[in-house]
């Protein structure tokens, strides 16, 4: 679908669109809010959410749990409108901006996936590191907006 990959010098001085998708076909993605610079996610894509997310200026990703292509906010109402699409200098990483307006990111509520700090210092227990929570305050209630869809999250 894009450039195949031939040489070193064209991938890192091209000007064409040449990504490096995984084994399994996938491409690291960081969005982050056009008006702040947080980052509000991680996700991937693989050729097909790459392609619409350029030709509709909405962003798609691949779901590795549902194995699937989805459009991002389609069910939440908080759709990622794109403003800018970067990629990084061996074309194997995306960086997105997007305006989501007073929307959220994240399934669990909060505006960005990165909700909670980790603390920084010694760990004198692994399994007790607390974390501060940052966002206070969700966006929407994820039980109404995805109402007994099943949690993308896997433990």
Known sequence: MFKKRENVAAIEEGK????????????????????????????????????????????????????????????????????????DDDQDSIWISVDIGDGASCHVGYKSCFYRSIPLGKIKDSEKVAMEFKDKKKKFDPNIVYKGKPNPTKI
């Open 16 to 87: 064409l669109l040449s990504p490096k998708f995984d084994k399994n076909g996938l491409i690291p993605v960081i969005t982050t809010d056009c008006k702040t610079g947080e980052v509000l996610m991680h996700g991937y894509m693989n050729s097909d959410a790459l392609k619409k997310t350029i030709e509709t200026k909405e962003a798609y990703y691949w779901s590795r749990s549902r194995e699937e292509v989805w459009h991002k906010g389609k069910t939440s109402g908080f759709i990622q409108k794109v403003i800018e699409i970067r990629i």
